[in-house]
C-alpha cells in the first residue's frame, strides 16, 4: 500500500533532486516540504481562519458551558447552533494535521528507500548490490541506507557492484545518493543522545531535533487561544497539555528515525511558523476594519 503512495511521491522527490536541488540531498528535502505544504495550503488557511474563528466565539462558547454544563445534550444542542451561525465547523481544524500522517510515513519511506525512488534502481539490481554489501536477499531492499554507508566507506567495491548489475561504475556512483548535508549532517543516519560516541558526525545531528521542538512549541505557542485578562477558559487544561505533548512527541520521532524526516519537520514548522503569523496578522487587520 505504502509503495503505491509512495511511487508518485518519489517520483516527484527524484525530479526535484536532480534537477532542482542539483543532486543536494538535503535540497531536495527543503523544496519537496515545500511542494508538500503548498500542496496542503489550501486545507491549512482554511484550519487556520477556523481556529481563529473558533477563538472568537470563546467567550460564547464558554458562557454556554457555565449555563449548561450539566446537561450535554443541551451544550452540545447550542454549540452546533452559533458553529452554523458563524459557518463554524468544529472538525475543521483536525482534516489538515490527520492529512499529514500519511504523508509523513510515505516520506519516510522514501528516505528509507533512496535507491529504489531517488536512483530508480530495480529490486533486483538493489538486491544483487546489497549482498556484496554483505546483507541477505530479505533485508537488501529495507536497508538501502545501509548499502550506500558500505560503498561510500568501500570505494573500490563499486565496480564489483557496477559489473554485478550490468552497469557503468559511474552510473552506479551517481545512484549512490550523497546523503549528507551542508557537509555536516549525515541525515541518514539517527540523532542519538550518546553522541559522544562519535561526536563529529552526531553532535550536529543533535540540533535537528532541538530545532524541531523550539519551533513546534513556537507554532503551537501562535495557535493558541489568547485570554482576556479575568476569562475563564474551562478548554484550556487540554489545550495545554496538547501543546506540550506534541512538541515532544515530534521530538522522539526524530531520535528513532533518520534525521532527513527530521529536516522535513523542521523546515515544514519554520513554513507554518511564517503562515501562521501572517494570516494572524491580515485577520486582525480585517477584524479591525470590520
Known amino acids: 500500500m505504502w509503495d503505491f503512495l509512495a511511487k508518485p511521491f518519489g517520483i516527484i522527490m527524484e525530479f526535484i533532486y536532480r534537477t532542482l536541488a542539483f543532486e543536494n540531498y538535503g535540497l531536495a528535502i527543503i523544496l519537496f516540504t515545500v511542494f508538500v505544504r503548498l500542496l496542503i495550503l489550501p486545507l491549512t488557511i482554511k484550519q487556520q481562519k477556523s481556529s481563529l474563528k473558533m477563538q472568537a466565539l470563546q467567550p460564547e462558547l464558554n458562557a454556554l458551558k457555565e449555563r449548561y454544563g450539566d446537561d450535554r445534550q443541551k451544550l452540545y444542542e447550542e454549540q452546533n447552533k452559533i458553529y452554523q451561525k458563524y459557518g463554524v465547523s468544529s472538525l475543521a481544524g483536525c482534516f489538515p494535521t490527520l492529512i499529514q500522517f500519511p504523508i509523513i510515513l510515505v516520506i519516510y519511506r522514501i528516505i528509507r ?34 548499502i550506500i554507508a558500505f560503498f561510500r566507506q568501500t570505494p573500490e567495491k563499486i ?56 519551533t513546534s512549541y513556537l507554532q503551537q505557542w501562535l495557535l493558541t487561544p489568547r485570554k482576556k485578562k479575568g476569562e475563564k477558559d474551562p478548554s484550556a487544561g ?53
Open 159 to 214: 565496480a564489483e557492484a557496477a559489473q554485478e548489475i550490468g552497469s557503468t561504475t559511474a552510473e552506479l556512483e551517481s545512484n549512490l545518493i550523497n546523503m549528507r548535508f551542508l557537509k555536516i549532517f549525515d541525515l541518514s543516519l539517527t540523532p542519538k543522545v550518546n553522541f559522544w560516541v562519535d561526536w563529529k558526525v552526531y553532535l550536529p545531528l543533535l540540533l535537528i531535533p532541538l530545532l524541531v521542538v523550539a
Open 113 to 146: 528507500r533512496p535507491l529504489s525512488f531517488l536512483s530508480g534502481m530495480t529490486a533486483e539490481a538493489i538486491t544483487k548490490i546489497g549482498i556484496i554489501a554483505g546483507l541477505t536477499e530479505k533485508t537488501a531492499i529495507d536497508s538501502q541506507i545501509n
Open 238 to 290: 487540554a489545550m495545554n497539555i496538547m501543546t506540550k505533548l506534541l512538541p515532544l512527541m515530534t521530538m522522539v520521532f526524530c531520535f528513532i528515525l533518520p534525521a532527513g524526516l527530521g529536516l522535513y519537520f523542521l523546515v515544514g514548522n519554520v513554513l507554518s511558523i511564517g503562515q501562521t503569523a501572517l494570516i494572524n496578522k491580515l485577520y486582525k487587520k480585517k477584524k479591525e476594519g470590520a
